[in-house]
């Protein structure tokens, strides 16, 4: 089992930026890919960064390109989503997503482990 926790989450201006951290814990050496999504009240939950170390690989949805950049600190065993230039757009509670697979994958039912999710709020 793998655990995920996140945190940074909160209330922004639009313009604005966050930084997103998840915690991994347990075995943490069977996952391969991480990602972080994000869902809107109403809406599908959507990948909206994601990387594998095995590959080198990463993904970013169009709609997050050039704003967000997704890291990972192996020593903490942490990754983190930087998020800059926020708007209304991308409120949402982002969840951190863990899978076993070598290549990216944008899809939740490729995810293995889940984090609880937090927050976040931009107003314009």
């Known amino acids: 089992q793998v655990q995920l926790v996140e945190s940074g989450g909160g209330l922004v201006q639009a313009g604005g930026s966050l930084r997103l951290s998840c915690a991994a814990s347990g075995r943490t050496f069977s996952v391969y890919t991480m990602g972080w999504f994000r869902q809107a009240p109403g809406q599908e939950r959507e990948c909206v960064a994601a990387f594998s170390w095995i590959a080198g690989s990463t993904y970013y949805a169009d709609s997050v390109k050039g704003r967000f950049t997704i890291s990972r600190d192996n020593a903490k065993n942490t990754l983190y989503l930087q998020m800059n230039s926020l708007n209304p757009e991308d409120t949402a509670v982002y969840y951190c997503?863990?899978?076993?697979?070598?290549?990216?994958?944008?899809?939740?039912?490729?995810?293995?482990?889940w984090g609880q999710g937090t927050q976040v709020t931009v107003s314009s």
């Open positions: 997503a863990a899978s076993r697979s070598i290549v990216v994958v944008r899809t939740s039912g490729n995810y293995d482990y």
